[in-house]
C-alpha cells in the first residue's frame, strides 16, 4: 500500500513537470553562428532533479529509486510511437540502408581518437571502458562482464554512464542544434548520427533538428528512430568484437610496452 | 485479477495520460482528437510486451514494441496509412516530457557518484559524444551523397 502511494505521488509530480515543462514550449535562439534548441523535455528532466532531497525535498531517496524503475517502462508508448515514424517511411529508409548501417561504424571513430586523447589527460585502464562507447545501460553490462565495475575499465565506464545520464540529453538537444547549423552536414545525416543508443539522447536530438527543419520532420524523425534501433540491435556486437579489441590495441601500442615495465620494476 | 500500479500495462495508461495532457499543453491537440491514436500506441506496447515474453531469446520489450510500430504503418499493411494519420497526432515530444521527468526524479541519486568523478572524464564523456555524433554524421553524409539519395 505504501509502495502504491510513491507511484502515486510520483505521477502526479511528473503531470505536473509536464504541464509546466510543455506550457513554456520549445524555445530556440541564436548564439554567434548556431542555433540553441531548448525542448520541455529538458525543462522536465531539470525541474524533476529540483525535487530531490538538496533542493525542494519534495521526493526523497525510495522515491528516486522507484522513479528509476519507472524510466523503463514509460519508454515504451515513445517505442511504439517511434515504430510509426518508421513504418510509412521504410522505404526510404531502406533506399537509405547503406549509410544507415556504415555510419553504425561512427562510434569507431571516437575510439580512435579518444583513445589518445583519454591517455593524454592521464587516464590509464579507464580510458577503454570511458571511449569504447557513450556508456549506456547494455555497455554497463558488457564491462561488468569483462573487467568487473571495480575495475579501473569499470571506472572509466560508470563516469562517461553517470555524464551521460545528468547532463547527455541536454547535451545531445543542445549540440545537435548547432551542429546542424554551422556544420555542412545533410539533416538526414545528422539525423541518423542522433541515433546513438539511448531514447531520451536520441529524442532531444531528433527534436532540436526538427526544429530547425520542420519541413523534413517526418524523415528526421524516421532515420534517428531507426539509427537508434539499429544500435541498439548491433551495438553490443560492436563493442564486444570491434570497440573493445580497438581500444585494447591502442592502449598496448600507445602505453602497454612502459607500463609493463614500470610494474616489473 | 486484481492489477496493480506496478504493474507495466497500469504504468503505460498513466504514462499515456501525461502525454495526452502534455500534447494538448504543448502541441494544441486536444486529448479527445488525440484519443484514437494513443489508443494504438497504447495496445502496440500491450502486443509488444506479449511477443517480449513468448519469444525466445532475451531481446527487450522495446525492440518488440518498435518492430510492431513498423509494421503497423509499413505501406504495404492495407491499415498502414489509417493507423501512421491516426497516431501522428501524438506528438513524438509529448511523449518524452514524461520520461524525461521520471528520469529528473532519480537523477539526484547520482549526484554525489557523480561529484567524486574528476574533472578529465567530463572532458572525456564530451569528446565521446561529440566524436560519435560527428563521425557517424560525416559516414551517413558521404554514403548518403556516393548513393546519390541527397
Known amino acids: 500500500m505504501l509502495e502504491d502511494k510513491r507511484h502515486l505521488k510520483l505521477h502526479l509530480i511528473v503531470l505536473v513537470l509536464v504541464v509546466l515543462a510543455e506550457f513554456i514550449g520549445t524555445k530556440s535562439f541564436k548564439v554567434g553562428p548556431g542555433t540553441v534548441v531548448l525542448l520541455p523535455m529538458l525543462y522536465a528532466l531539470l525541474l524533476g532533479l529540483l525535487t530531490g532531497p538538496k533542493f525542494l525535498r519534495i521526493t526523497d531517496m525510495e522515491d528516486m529509486k522507484t522513479a528509476e524503475s519507472l524510466i523503463t517502462v514509460s519508454v515504451l508508448l515513445l517505442m511504439a510511437k517511434y515504430g510509426t515514424n518508421i513504418g510509412p517511411t521504410l522505404p526510404l529508409i531502406i533506399k537509405s540502408g547503406p549509410a544507415l548501417i556504415l555510419q553504425e561504424f561512427g562510434n569507431l571513430g571516437t575510439v580512435l581518437l579518444g583513445m589518445p586523447f583519454a591517455l593524454m589527460l592521464g587516464l590509464r585502464r579507464e580510458a577503454i571502458g570511458a571511449t569504447f562507447s557513450i556508456a549506456r545501460e547494455p555497455n554497463l553490462a558488457i564491462i561488468s562482464d569483462m573487467y568487473g565495475l571495480d575495475s579501473p575499465e569499470g571506472r572509466g565506464v560508470m563516469g562517461v554512464y553517470l555524464c551521460g545520464t545528468l547532463f547527455g540529453s541536454i547535451f545531445f538537444g543542445l549540440f545537435a542544434g548547432i551542429a546542424a547549423t554551422t556544420l555542412p552536414l545533410h539533416p538526414y545525416a545528422l539525423a541518423m548520427a542522433s541515433g546513438v543508443g539511448s531514447a531520451s539522447m536520441m529524442s532531444a536530438a531528433v527534436g532540436a533538428l526538427v526544429e530547425i527543419f520542420p519541413n523534413m520532420a517526418e524523415e528526421i524523425t524516421a532515420f534517428g528512430a531507426a539509427s537508434n534501433l539499429a544500435t541498439g540491435a548491433d551495438g553490443v556486437y560492436m563493442s564486444i568484437f570491434m570497440a573493445i579489441p580497438m581500444c585494447e590495441w591502442m592502449y ?9 615495465e614500470v610494474t616489473k620494476r | 485479477m486484481k492489477l496493480s500500479i506496478k504493474d507495466p500495462v497500469v504504468i503505460t495508461v498513466i504514462v499515456a495520460i501525461l502525454t495526452l495532457v502534455g500534447n494538448f499543453v504543448g502541441y494544441k491537440i486536444d486529448p479527445i482528437t488525440a484519443f484514437p491514436g494513443m489508443l494504438i500506441l497504447y495496445l502496440i506496447v500491450i502486443g509488444g510486451l506479449w511477443i517480449t515474453k513468448i519469444m525466445p531469446g532475451n531481446l527487450p520489450a522495446v525492440v518488440y514494441v518498435s518492430l510492431l510500430g513498423i509494421v503497423l504503418t509499413m505501406p504495404w499493411f492495407p491499415l498502414g496509412e489509417k493507423v501512421a494519420e491516426l497516431t501522428s497526432q501524438v506528438n513524438f515530444l509529448a511523449l518524452t516530457t514524461p520520461i524525461l521527468g521520471y528520469a ?26 561529440v566524436g560519435t555524433y560527428i563521425a557517424s554524421a560525416v559516414i551517413a553524409h558521404m554514403v548518403l551523397k556516393l548513393t546519390g539519395q541527397i
Open chain 1, 252 to 260: 598496448r601500442k600507445l602505453v602497454g610496452d612502459r607500463a609493463e
Open chain 2, 104 to 129: 529528473g526524479i532519480s537523477m539526484g541519486k547520482d549526484i554525489d557518484a557523480f561529484r567524486k568523478q574528476g574533472v578529465k572524464i567530463v572532458l572525456v564523456a564530451i569528446f565521446v559524444f
